[in-house]
């Protein structure tokens, strides 16, 4: 059992405002202001360059991975905390596909989100060796898997449709036909239940301003399978992933295990905020946790149907194949969600024409989820979107 109405006091949501976008950005945890607040005054302004040490600002990264491990069901000392996503998919995805010397081709989805396929294609030229980035439709990369594939590199849970893959099995196929997997967990990582020791993923990554609330730049995660820990090889070589980087050697030595996947200086104030945002979840029961997010996904489904004949639903229908987002198309999804904004209610959109909302049970209940749906409703019989203020494109949408 979770005490939502105890969780939800946990959070700064301001007045007015029913927040369903926290699949993009989560709320900020109250206590993340005085934990950042404290490492300034009292770390940074007190102990200067002492900090490293006297406030262990240098182990953050692991040990915040090890709690946050904990929610993805990683085993302790496989997750590394620092740089952003799309940098820690580059690292997994070169160490992967040094680890298949003899296949040339990076399986992934047409769902998959932008920047992870950016990232195989930038990769691809700089090795310069003939690789290949192929996607198909989420239904069928299955059947892609063959002997050519060194990588099947998936985000869990479709950004835009909230589609969700079957990690286990997935990952059991692609080992079948001799690949490694990857798995993107940004939609995953506070959402719902990962097990990624269970399903044998060797790779994983994602970040923690979404449903973990760790803030705007908060950093990524990177997980590496124990089995892989000592032969994946870092392609970012930076310096903190070095064996001993007070040595200050002419050459780089990788680190043990997971340390190597470091880079560089870690974000000690965002890490703060990581680190307050990552206490609200000692003690969530992650299984409560999704059969909440279900319920409240089911119910806002039905509420906007019986109310908005225009919306088309785009999630899958049954909860099992969904992460914790529910999305609707609808050809003027922009305006309709700036006139919904407008009112109050937060969601986000997806081009060319998703709607897209985040249930996050930590701070989302029933009866804003059904205020959510009324006002929706209102927003799409009264044709309310249907301003050209609403038309105009802001750089983030
Ligand atoms: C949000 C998201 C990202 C963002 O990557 P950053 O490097 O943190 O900007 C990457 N991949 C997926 C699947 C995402 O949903």
């Not at 989420?138 to 950004?159: I, K, N, R, S």
Request: with cysteine.
């Amino acid at each position: 059992m979770i005490d939502f109405t105890a969780t939800r006091a946990l959070f700064h949501i301001p007045k007015g405002v029913i927040y369903l976008d926290g699949n993009s950005l989560g709320p900020l945890p109250k206590a993340a202001e005085a934990r950042i607040a404290k490492t300034v005054r009292d770390e940074w302004g007190q102990m200067l360059i002492g900090g490293w040490n006297d406030a262990s600002w240098m182990a953050q990264p692991a040990r915040l991975g090890n709690r946050l491990g904990c929610l993805i069901g990683a085993e302790p000392g496989c997750v590394t905390v620092g740089d952003t996503l799309s940098l820690k998919v580059y690292q997994a995805l070169a160490a992967a596909l040094e680890m298949r010397p003899d296949r040339r081709v990076i399986l992934s989805d047409t769902g998959n989100f932008p920047t992870d396929l950016y990232m195989a294609e930038g990769l691809i030229d700089t090795l310069g060796r003939g690789h290949q980035l192929v996607t198909a439709p989420p239904e069928e990369v299955e059947t892609h898997l063959g002997p050519d594939v060194a990588v099947l590199m998936l985000t869990e849970v479709d950004y835009r449709t909230g589609r969700r893959h079957d990690m286990a099995r997935l990952t059991r196929a692609a080992h079948e036909a001799g690949a490694l997997t990857l798995w993107d967990l940004a939609h995953s990582a506070g959402a719902l239940p990962v097990d990624l020791a269970g399903a044998g993923a060797d790779f994983a990554a994602g970040c923690t301003y979404k449903y973990l609330n760790a803030g705007p730049g908060a950093p990524a995660f990177l997980y590496v399978a124990p089995r892989h820990a000592a032969t994946a090889r870092p392609a970012l070589s930076g310096w903190l992933g070095h064996a001993a980087p007070f040595a200050f050697e002419q050459s780089y030595r990788p680190g043990e295990g997971i340390a190597r996947m470091r880079v560089g200086t870690p974000p000690v104030l965002q890490m703060a905020a990581l680190e307050a945002a990552l206490d609200i979840w000692e003690g969530v029961d992650m299984a409560a946790l999704r059969a909440r997010s279900v319920a409240l996904s089911e119910r806002f489904i039905a509420e906007v149907e019986a109310r908005c004949p225009d919306l088309n639903l785009v999630s899958p229908r049954a909860p099992s194949l969904r992460g914790s987002q529910v999305s609707f198309r609808f050809a003027e999804g922009y305006a309709a969600m700036q006139a919904l904004i407008a009112r109050g209610v937060i969601g986000d959109f997806r081009a060319p024409d998703i709607m897209r909302f985040g249930i996050a049970p930590l701070y989302i209940g029933e009866a804003e989820i059904v205020r959510a749906a009324e006002i929706l409703g209102e927003v799409m019989e009264n044709r309310l979107w249907d301003a050209p203020a609403y038309r105009v494109r802001a750089a983030v949408t």
